[in-house]
T-cell receptor, first 114, second 114 residues
């Protein structure tokens, strides 16, 4: 079966510091990968998605970047965090092929920027 | 106007009640419709998945889609305290170059009381 991991689970960072969040998927190959942010009281906002290694699409201009160095690894980064980057970051995967065209989410990383 | 509208609640019901959760949408290109359940401080988990108008039942849960009215619903029968969570509707479209993109409602917070 497929599993998705995210770490760290919780992170508190000062404004201006760098960020690196990691997501890995097991049990599937060539997944589509997604990064979302969920702010308090708001829905999920798609930040980046990737259909393959080195292929990154950005949904919104912002202080963040994403990379996919390996087939099942997706990284969210920032060089300098802003207060507005605080939120719950979720990684999701979608099977490249299969009956259900939907996405499955990881446990999330709660980021607080102070 | 948002592509997907969902009443944020909170919705409070007694144990055993029938719960009705709803979303409306404006984009006719949406092809697949999902309901996710999200417990506090956790990642969303897929609850129901449908792709055609009509009803789909899974245990105590029934998902209903009316494409002509651009309206989807989730019904929970015999609600339990363990159903207390935020319920997110989501809809998907294909992305140029492969993969899909989900658009989420803001979520309805449900509390089932003893």
């Amino acid at each position: 079966s497929q599993t998705i991991h995210q770490w760290p689970a919780t992170l508190v960072q000062p404004v201006g510091s760098p960020l690196s969040l990691e997501c890995t998927v097991e049990g599937t190959s060539n997944p589509n990968l997604y990064w979302y942010r969920q702010a308090a009281g708001r829905g999920l906002q798609l930040l980046f998605y990737s259909v393959g290694i080195g292929q990154i699409s950005s949904e919104v201009p912002q202080n963040l970047s994403a990379s996919r160095p390996q087939d099942r690894q997706f990284i969210l980064s920032s060089k300098k965090l802003l207060l507005s980057d605080s939120g719950f970051y979720l990684c999701a995967w979608r099977a490249d092929r299969g009956l259900k065209d939907t996405q499955y989410f990881g446990p999330g990383t709660r980021l607080t920027v102070l | 106007q948002k592509e997907v509208e969902q009443d944020p609640g909170p919705l409070s019901v007694p144990e055993g009640a029938i719960v009705s959760l709803n979303c409306t949408y404006s984009n006719s290109a949406f092809q697949y419709f999902m309901w996710y359940r999200q417990y506090s401080r956790k990642g969303p988990e897929l609850l129901m998945y449908t792709y055609s108008s009509g009803n789909k039942e899974d245990g105590r849960f029934t998902a209903q889609v009316d494409k002509s009215s651009k309206y989807i619903s989730l019904f929970i029968r015999d609600s339990q305290p363990s159903d207390s969570a935020t319920y997110l509707c989501a809809m998907s479209v294909w992305i140029t170059g492969g993969g899909n993109k989900l658009t989420f409602g803001t979520g309805t917070q449900l509390k089932v009381e003893l």
